[in-house]
C-alpha cells in the first residue's frame, strides 16, 4: 500500500508494497510507454523521475514511494521539465536517433534529467549519466549528438514544435 | 524507361471503405524455402497500399520493423513510383498473410538483410500501378486520354491544370483494373530514393506511445512466466506448487513434459508465483555439458580431417611452402540480447485464435502456432507487432517461444501472454554457436600466399531445421563456413574442412550469420599473413584482391579517411578489415589504444557499398547498430556452460556495450550498382577483426579468442 503522484494524479495503490513501480504503471495504470528490460537495474528501459531524479522503476517498490512524485515518458511534457523534454524529443527526431525504439523511453528520460541540470554537458558527463540506458541497437551516437543538439537550443529559446530541417547525412561517393 | 512485365499474377480488390486497395502476388515460380505452405486468403487485408479518401497514404509492411527501418525504406519504394505526398504517408506492420511473402525466400519473413532489395521491384511497382490507376480515374472523368495526365505530388493534373487529388480518386481508382505493365523510374529521375529520409515512427518512440509486443493489452490477459529445464534437453520429474498457489493473483500452474507455467493476472502475480515453484527436474543427457570439455574436443577435432567444403588444386602446397604459419581461433555462444524480452500473446476464440508477435518468422510461426493450438490455419489470425530488437532471435524455424504460448493458452483457456525474463532470455538458447578455427597458411620465400588450411569445427544451424533439405549440401551447412570457402583472397590452394558437432545447445543465426565468426577469422589470418611476410596490411589485401575490384574500392575508401598510414598520437593504433556479406562489401578501420592494459576503440571509419542507397540516413545508422553490436561481441559476449548450466543470466554477467564504450563512427557510402544490397548485417563482420588487428599494431599480441575486452594486454 503506498499513496504517491504519476504524472500529477493522485494514487492510492492497495497492492502488494513490494510490486515494483515498473509493474504499477505499466498493468494497473496502462502506461507502457516505460519499459521492462532486465529487472535488476542494469539497463535503464525503465528509467522514470522520482521527485525529479532518474530512477529504475524495475527496482523501486511501491513502499518506497509514499508521497513521492512519479513522473512517466507519458507525462514529462507536462512537468516543470516540460521546455527540457520538449527539445529532447525534437532533437531525437532531428537528428532520427531511434532504431527498435524500445530503449528510447528511457534515453529521453536520463537525457531530461541530465540536461535539466546541465544544459552543457560534456562527453564525460553525458558518458556519466547515459552509460546506465542500454541501447542493443547501438545509437548511442546519435543519442550523444542529439543530447548536445537540445542543450544548444535550450540555451538559445523555446524548443521547437515540429522537425526542424533535415539533417546532413553521408552524401553518396560517385565511384 | 524501364518496362516491368514479370507475368505476375495481379488482382485488385473491391475496395472498400472509400480506398484504393492493390494486391500483388508473385508467380509460382517465387522460391519456397520451406515445405509447409503458408495459407491462402483471399480477404482485403492482402494489400501493400490503401490510400484514404483523406489522401493519406498506407502502406502495409511485410517485414517486422525490430529497429532497422523497413517502416520508412519500404514506404519510399512505394511513394517513390506513386507520386504522393511524402508527408501523409503512413506505415503498417502487415499480418500474416501468404501475399506478403518474401520474394526469393518464400515464405513471409525478415532476414539475411534482405527487406528492401527482395522488395526493390515489388513496391516500386505498386505504387506505379496505384499511379497508373489513380491517373486513369481522373482521365475517365475529363474524359482525356491517359497521355494527357500526369500526377504529381498527391495529385493527377490534366488538361488546362485541372486537378483532383489522390484521396478524391481513391474509390474510383480502387474499382479499376490493376495494369500488368508498369514503367518504373530511371535512377537519374528519383525525387525520394536517396535522399536522406527520416523516420515514420520517431515521434511514437521518443513519447512512450509505440506498441510493442511487451505492451499489448487485452481484455482479461493473463500473463505466463514459465519454469524451463536449467540443462538443455531437461524434462519436469516433479513439482510443487503448493507456494506458488499462495501468491495473490496467480490463477494456474500447467505443466508438460518439458516445463511448468504459471499465470497471474499480472507478470508480477506470475514472477512472483514462478519464484515460489520448485521444480524437480531429470537433467537428462547434457548435464554434464561444459564450454572448457566443448572446447578442448573442438580443438582435438579441429586437428583431424573433416568434411570437406573446399579442396585445395594441390594438397602438398601447403607441406612445401617456404614458410607456414599456424593459427587457432575461438568464439564463443551468444546470446542475442535484445531489449525486448521474448513474448507472444495468444487469445483463443472459439474455433479460431488471435495471436500478436513481433516476429521475424511470420510465415514459419503462423503454421506453426496453428498446428500447436490443433487449429486450421484459416482460423488463425496472427498479427505483426513492433519488437524491440530480434537479431534474429525472433526468427526461429522451431518458433519455440510462438509454440510455448499457444501450449499454455490452449491449457488455461485464457488470454495469455507469455513472457520472459531477462533471465530466461540469456538462458534460453537458440544462441550464436561456439566456433574453434585452424589455420595454417603458406607463404613463398617472397612472402606470396601460396596455400592455406582452414579447418572448421561446430554446431550447425540449419540441421534439424526444415531448411535443412535445401541448404545442406554434401554435409556442409553454409551458414558454418560462408566466408571461408568462397574467400575473396586470390589463395591459389584453399582447403577447407568441416567438423559438424553436435552439442545439445540450441543455435541458431546472429546478425551476420556464419560471416560473424568466418569474417573474424579470414581477416585476423589474412592480417598475420602480412605481418608475416613483412607486408602493409592494406597492400597484402589489395594484392590478392585481384578479382574483387568492388572490395578493393572499399578497402581504399575506408584506408584514405582513416589517414591509414599517417602518425597517430602515441599509444594509439589503427587496424583495417574488409568483409563482404549479404550481398555488400563493408571495410572498417578501428583506432584504439590501452586503458588499464584493456583495449579501447576510439573511432571506426567505415567505407561501404550496398549497392543502390535507397536512405543513407538509415544506411547511416544501420552501420553504427551493426558497429556497435559486433564490438560488443567482440568485448564482450560469451555464454558458457558449467554442469549443464549456462553461467549467465543478465545484463551484469552478459554485459553488452554501453555509452562510454560507443566509439565516433563515421561512415562513407560509395555509390554501387543499379539496386539496393544488404544494409543491416555487413557491418558487423568486419569490426572485431579491425580491432584485434589494431591491437597487434599496438601490441603485437594477437587476440585469437572472443571476447578479448577484459584481456589486460600490457
Redesign the interface.
Known sequence: MAKFHVNGEPLDFRGPPDTPLLWVLREYLDLTGTKYGCGMAQCGACMVHVGGEPTRSCVTPVSALEGKRVVTIEGVTATSQARVARAVQAAWIDKDVVQCGYCQSGQVMAAVALLGKNASPTDAQIDEAMDGNICRCGTYQRVREAIRSAGASLKTGPAPKAAPAPRKAPAPKKA | MKTVDRRQFLKATAATGGALVIAFWLPQGARRALAQPQVQRTAPPNAFLRIGKDGTCTVFVKHL?????VTTSLPMLVAEELGCDWTRVRAELADAEAVYAHTAFGVQMTGGSSSVSNSWDQLRTVGAQARTMLMQAAADQWKAKLADVRAENGFVIGPGGKRLSYGQLAEVAGKLPVPEKVELKRAKDFRLI?K?T??L????????????G??L?RKDLHTALIARPPVFGGKVRSFNADKVKLV?GVTHVVETPDWVAVVGR???AAKQGRDALEVEWDLGPNAGLSTEALGKQFRELAKTPGRSAKKAADPAAIKAAARSVVAEYEVPFLAH?????LNCTVEIQGDGAEIWVGSQFQGVDHPAAAKALGLDASKVKLHTL??????GRRANPASDYVIEACEVAKKVKVPLKVVW??EDDIRGGYYRPMYVHRVEAGLDAQGRLVAWSHAIVGPSIIAGTPFEPMMVKDGIDPTSVEGVPDMPYDVPNLDVTLHTVATGVPVLWWRSVGHSHTGFVVETMIDELAAAAGKDPVEFRRALLGKHPRMV?VLD?AASKAGWGTALPSGRARGIAVVESFGSVCAQVAEVSLVGGKVRVHRVVAAFDCGL?VN??S???QL??????GL?AALHGKITFKDGRVEQS???DYP?????E?P??E??????GDKPTGVGEPGTPPIAPAVANALFALTGKRARSLPFGDTKWA
Do not use: C, Y
Not at chain 2, 513492433?386 to 537479431?391: D, E, I, K, P, S
Not at chain 2, 553504427?624 to 553490436?629: G, K, N, P, T, Y
Open positions: 520493423e525490430f529497429g532497422q527501418g536517396g536522406p527520416r523516420r515512427d520517431s515521434a511514437d518512440k521518443v513519447n512512450g506511445k509505440a506498441t510493442f511487451l505492451d493489452k495473490p499480472s507478470f508480477w540480447a535484445p531489449m525486448e524480452p513492433l519488437a524491440g530488437g530480434g537479431f525474463t531477462r574500392k575508401l542507397v543513407p540516413l544506411v547511416e545508422a553504427q547498430s551493426a558497429i556497435a553490436f560488443s543478465n545484463f551484469h553488452v556495450l554501453r555509452m562510454s560507443m565516433r563512427v561512415v562513407h557510402l560509395v555509390e554501387g
